[in-house]
């Protein structure tokens, strides 16, 4: 993204938080928005449920994403193609976020499908290794006594999968998941090329959507761009 792109979407997140504009048809929000990002798809559904454990062994649920929208997505340390370039797009709109207010809004969180290798060693290392901070990251794995394949387990709740080859290679999709701050699945971003500025502005909208999820959530989701 050029320098003027990233200024000129850090200004539109301010105004955003300031006031809001004047809203405009469902249908038109999603006209505009799906031509600005074909690699979106608008969700509205229940999390998938999990108790994970984060770094420093402190257990996990969706329930704790209550209040804060969450970008979520799954990879594993020694994948050394899509997973470091995901962590790194990643890294790239967590950087814009947290130059705004959002930053005590928004959470980053990266779960480990190779729960055996990824120790809290790892874990610990690998946000900041690919840019990532720590201030508002996570990196989550099983549980004690879970199943070593309950998080690829969930990577197919989230709708793709992870599949453990014979040399213990993952293939897998990249998919980023959004949450928003009522526990509501809100959207996914496939792939890498999707524009970092793009889930910067949805993120937002979902940081400003203060009731609770109803009907008509896209015509509310408009107000704020």
Known sequence: MS?????GALAAIGATLAAPLSAHSVKEFEDEFYAKEQYFQALDESVPDFTLRDATGKLVRPADFLGKVTILHFIYSRCTDVCPL??????????????????????????????VRDTPEVLKTYGPQHGLDPVNWEFLTIAPGQPEDTTRKLAEAFGHKFTMESDGTLTHGVVTHIIGK??????NFHGLEFQSVNMLMFV??????????????WDRVWRWF
């Open 3 to 7: 320098r003027l792109n990233r200024r």
């Open 86 to 115: 995901h962590a790194e797009k990643l890294a790239e709109v967590q950087k814009m976020i947290n130059q705004t207010p959002m930053i005590n809004m928004v959470r980053f969180i990266s779960i480990t499908t190779d729960p």
């Open 182 to 187: 009522f526990e509501r699945w809100q959207g």
């Open 204 to 217: 937002n909208a979902l940081t400003n959507d203060y009731d609770k999820p109803q009907p008509g959530f």
